[in-house]
C-alpha cells in the first residue's frame, strides 16, 4: 500500500481531535459541580496538530513509495527520482515551518512487500494533490503559497505519470 | 482589497501575455499532437483572461491596459524555442497567479488555485513534448 504511512498519520490525527474533544466536554462538566475542582492546576492542553502535518506524512509516505518502486524497478529510476526528490523537498520545507525535525524512514528493500506500479503512484499523487488542495483552501495567508505550489506540484507529477 | 486588485491585475497581465506568446508559438508548430496543445493552452489562457476581467470590473478595479507588443526572451524561430517559450510561459502564469493565493479566501483561492496547477501542469506536458528531463519542479509558482 502506497500510503499507509500517510492513512495512519490521519487516524492519529483523528484520535487526538476526539480525545481533545472528550477533554473539552470533561472540562465543561468539571465546571459546572463547583469551585472546589479550580484548586487543582490544569494540566497543559496538548498542542492542537499543525495543520501542515498531514501533508507533511504524506510527502514522506510518496517519497518512499517512489524509493521502493525504484528498488523493485531500477528502469525507472529516472523518470521517477526527480518525483521522489520534489516530494522530499516539500517535506524538509514543511518540517522546518512546523518545527519538527524529520524521521529517517526506513531503507526501501525489494523484499518488503509487493512491487509499486506507476499507476498506483499516479492514484496516490492524485489522492494526495486533493489532500493539497484542501488544505490550500483554509491555509493561514502566509502559508497558501506554500501549500498551493505543494498541490501543484502533485498535480504534475500525476500527469508526468501519464 | 488594493492587495487583491494588484495581484489580480499581475495574474491577468500574464494570461495577456501568454495569449499573444502563444499566437506566435503556434506558427512554429507542424505536428497535430503540438498544434492541438497549443490551441488548447491558448483558449484556456483566453478564458482565465475574461474570468479576471469580469472579477475585476466587479471589484471597480482598473487593469493596466495591455501593452500593444510584447519583447520575446528571444526570437522563436523553430519547434526548439517555441516549446521553450511555452515552457516559459506557463511557468510565468503560474507565477502571475500565486501571489492570489494569499490575498483571497474560499472557492475565490479555489480559482486561482486550479488556474495555477492548470499552468503548471501544462508546463510539464511542453516539457515532456520538448524531452526535457525532469518534466516538474518542485515549487510551480515560486518565482526562480
Known amino acids: ?162 | 482589497m488594493t492587495k487583491m486588485n494588484e495581484q489580480l491585475g499581475a495574474a491577468l497581465a500574464a494570461e495577456e501575455a501568454a495569449i499573444y506568446a502563444y499566437g506566435v508559438i503556434g506558427v512554429h508548430l507542424d505536428s497535430d499532437g503540438d498544434v492541438t496543445e497549443a490551441r488548447a493552452a491558448e483558449q484556456a489562457h483566453r478564458q482565465k483572461r475574461d474570468y479576471l476581467v469580469g472579477r475585476m470590473s466587479q471589484l471597480k478595479a482598473s487593469a493596466a491596459p495591455s501593452p500593444a507588443g510584447y519583447q520575446l526572451p528571444y526570437e522563436v524561430t523553430d519547434r526548439a524555442t517555441a516549446l521553450k517559450l511555452a515552457i516559459q510561459i506557463e511557468d510565468g502564469v503560474a507565477q502571475g497567479w500565486r501571489p492570489v493565493l494569499p490575498v483571497t479566501e474560499g472557492a475565490e483561492r479555489s480559482t486561482a488555485l486550479a488556474a495555477m496547477t492548470e499552468a503548471a501542469v501544462r508546463a510539464t506536458r511542453w516539457r515532456r513534448l520538448a524531452e526535457v528531463a525532469p518534466a516538474t519542479i518542485a515549487w510551480p509558482g515560486r518565482p526562480d
Open chain 1, 1 to 162: 500500500m502506497v500510503l499507509t504511512g500517510a492513512v495512519r498519520e490521519i487516524r492519529e490525527i483523528g484520535h487526538s481531535r476526539r480525545w481533545l474533544l472528550g477533554t473539552a466536554a470533561g472540562a465543561g462538566a468539571a465546571a459546572l459541580t463547583g469551585c472546589g475542582l479550580f484548586d487543582q492546576a490544569d494540566p497543559e492542553p496538548p498542542k492542537p496538530p499543525d495543520p501542515l502535518e498531514s501533508l507533511l506524512a504524506e510527502a514522506v509516505a510518496l517519497a518512499t513509495a517512489y524509493d521502493q518502486a525504484i528498488v523493485s524497478q531500477p528502469g525507472l529510476r529516472t523518470r521517477l527520482a526527480p518525483l521522489a526528490e520534489d516530494h522530499r523537498t516539500h517535506a524538509a520545507e514543511m518540517s522546518r515551518l512546523i518545527g519538527k525535525p524529520l524521521a529517517s524512514g526506513p531503507a526501501p528493500s525489494a523484499s518488503a512487500g509487493p512491487a509499486t506500479t506507476v499507476a498506483a503512484l499516479r492514484q496516490a499523487e492524485l489522492a494526495a494533490q486533493k489532500t493539497a488542495v484542501a488544505a490550500c483552501k483554509v491555509a493561514a495567508t502566509d502559508r497558501a503559497g506554500l501549500v498551493g505550489s505543494i498541490a501543484a506540484c502533485r498535480a504534475t507529477h500525476a500527469e508526468a505519470l501519464r
